[in-house]
């Protein structure tokens, strides 16, 4: 049985509420545990990540939030830098499913966030699941 952290970046909680749940139903599902820890926004996910990761009490991790394109340029840093971060962290090692939405409007969002819809929750936990039996498979 593994650990997995799901870090959720909490500015949609209706969102966020049914990612975490779709994450930790497929976590669950395969028989690993989940906790969850929530952080301010997108940006900071992957330096919770790291932090947590120096613990060596997870064994994987789930990115969970949810970014919608505003009239500023905002979105495209926090969109680019979250995935960009997440990405380093992945290429060091961590076994991270990266369930961070980016999209054009909330009616987007509940689709892709819905678990008996698109499930992207579940989809990034299975990822993080994947990679974790990866990495054990290569000896890591």
Do not use: C, W
């Not at 939030?65 to 979250?82: L, Q």
């Not at 995935?83 to 991270?96: E, F, K, N, Q, V």
Request: zero cysteines; hydrophobic letters at 50%; aromatic letters at 6%.
């Amino acid at each position: 049985m593994a650990n997995f952290l799901i870090v959720e970046a909490r500015f949609y909680a209706h969102l966020n509420d049914m990612l975490v749940a779709g994450a930790k139903a497929a976590i669950e599902s395969a028989g690993h545990q989940a906790e969850v820890v929530t952080v301010p926004g997108a940006l900071e996910i992957p330096a919770v990540i790291a932090l947590a990761a120096e613990t060596g009490r997870y064994d994987g991790f789930v990115a969970i939030g949810v970014v919608i394109r505003g009239e500023t340029y905002h979105f495209e840093i926090v969109s680019n830098e979250s995935a960009r971060g997440i990405m380093a962290l992945t290429l060091d090692g961590l076994a991270i499913g990266n369930g961070i939405l980016t999209v054009e409007d909330e009616a987007q969002a509940l689709v892709r966030a819905d678990p008996a819809q698109k499930d992207k929750g579940g989809e990034a936990a299975k990822a993080a699941i994947a990679l974790l039996d990866l990495r054990q498979r290569f000896g890591r």
